[in-house]
C-alpha cells in the first residue's frame, strides 16, 4: 500500500531526513518495506527482532526493558537502532504496538547506502543517536537518584493525576525539599517521559516508570 500524503509529509519532518530532498525522499520510500501493526503485536523483542530501521508512520510503540517502561513512540520517531551495527544476539528492548499501526522499514543495507552516499541524512542519523544517548542517560540518572525525584513520584503516585491543590513552597514543604529541588524533580520526571505538566494538571504518563524511582 503507497504512503499517503501525510505519512509522506511526516517522513520529511522525521529525524533522519530531515532536510532531504523531495525527489530522493520519494525514492527511498519505493526501497523500504511497510509493516502494518495489530494492537499488543510484539514488534521487537530480546530474540526476535530485523537488522532495520523502523518509522513510526501511524500509531503508539511501547518500549519496555524488562519490567521498565523505557518511552512511547509516536508518529515520526525512529526505532531499532540498537539492532543495526551490533554483533549482539539479542535486542536491547521489547517494542509492542499499543494499538493498529503502521511502520515504514528501512533494511541495513538502504541504511549503509544512505550513510555512505548522503551527508545530510549522515548528519542527520549521528545527531539522532546523540539524542538517544543524552535521554537514556537522563532517564538512568532519574531511577538513580532516592532523593527529590523519589519523594515526588511517591507523592504523586499516592496523590494521582489531577490538580495540584497546594503551591509549590507548600509542597517542597511537605516533601522537605527545596523548592530548586523540586522544580528539578519535576523537570526529571518529565524529561523522562513519566509525566506530563499543563499549568498546575499533572498527568502520569507512566506509572510503571514512576514507581521505579522510588
Given at each position: 500500500?503507497?504512503?499517503?500524503?501525510?505519512?509522506?509529509?511526516l517522513?520529511?519532518?522525521?529525524?533522519?531526513?530531515?532536510?532531504v530532498?523531495?525527489?530522493?525522499?520519494?525514492?527511498?520510500?519505493q526501497e523500504?518495506?511497510?509493516?502494518?501493526?495489530?494492537?499488543?503485536?510484539?514488534?521487537?523483542?530480546?530474540?526476535h527482532?530485523?537488522?532495520?530501521?523502523?518509522?513510526?508512520?501511524?500509531?503508539q510503540?511501547q518500549?519496555?526493558?524488562?519490567?521498565?517502561?523505557?518511552?512511547?513512540?509516536?508518529p515520526?520517531?525512529?526505532?531499532?537502532?540498537?539492532?543495526?551495527?551490533?554483533?549482539?544476539?539479542?535486542?536491547?528492548?521489547?517494542?509492542?504496538?499499543?494499538g493498529?499501526?503502521?511502520?515504514?522499514?528501512?533494511?541495513?543495507?538502504?541504511?549503509d547506502?544512505?550513510?555512505?552516499?548522503?551527508?545530510?541524512?549522515?548528519?542527520?542519523?549521528?545527531?539522532?543517536?546523540?539524542?538517544?544517548?543524552?535521554?537514556?542517560?537522563?532517564?538512568?540518572?532519574?531511577?538513580?537518584q532516592?532523593?527529590?525525584?523519589?519523594?515526588?513520584?511517591?507523592?504523586?503516585?499516592?496523590?494521582?493525576?489531577?490538580?495540584?491543590?497546594?503551591?509549590?513552597?507548600?509542597?517542597?514543604?511537605?516533601?522537605?525539599?527545596?523548592?530548586?529541588?523540586?522544580?528539578?524533580?519535576?523537570?526529571?520526571?518529565?524529561?523522562?517521559?513519566?509525566?506530563?505538566?499543563?499549568?498546575?494538571?499533572?498527568?502520569i504518563?507512566?506509572?510503571?516508570?514512576?514507581?521505579?524511582?522510588?
Open positions: 500500500m503507497p504512503l499517503t500524503k501525510e505519512e509522506t509529509a517522513l520529511s519532518a522525521c529525524p533522519l531526513f530531515r532536510g530532498e523531495e525527489e530522493l525522499l520519494c525514492r527511498l520510500i523500504a518495506g511497510r509493516a502494518e501493526l495489530q494492537p499488543g503485536q510484539v514488534v521487537y523483542d530480546p530474540i527482532f530485523r537488522r532495520c530501521l523502523g518509522v513510526v508512520l501511524s500509531g510503540l518500549v519496555t526493558k524488562g519490567t521498565l517502561s523505557v518511552s512511547v513512540l509516536g515520526g520517531d525512529l526505532f531499532g537502532a540498537a539492532a543495526l551495527y551490533s554483533d549482539e544476539p539479542e535486542f536491547a528492548a521489547t517494542i509492542t504496538a499499543k493498529p499501526g503502521r511502520c515504514l522499514m528501512l533494511e541495513q543495507g538502504l541504511i547506502r544512505l550513510l555512505a552516499g548522503y551527508g545530510q541524512i549522515r548528519e542527520n542519523y549521528l545527531r539522532y543517536l546523540t539524542g538517544r544517548i543524552r535521554f537514556l542517560s537522563g532517564r538512568l540518572q532519574t531511577l538513580a532516592p532523593g527529590a525525584e523519589g519523594k515526588l513520584a511517591r507523592y504523586l503516585l499516592s496523590s494521582g493525576a489531577g490538580e495540584l491543590t497546594c503551591s509549590a513552597t507548600q509542597l517542597s514543604q511537605r516533601l522537605g525539599v527545596s523548592r530548586a529541588s523540586l522544580y528539578r524533580a519535576f523537570s526529571a520526571l518529565e524529561d523522562s517521559g513519566l509525566i506530563t505538566r499543563k499549568g498546575k494538571t499533572i498527568t504518563a507512566d506509572p510503571t516508570g514512576l514507581e521505579m524511582v522510588l
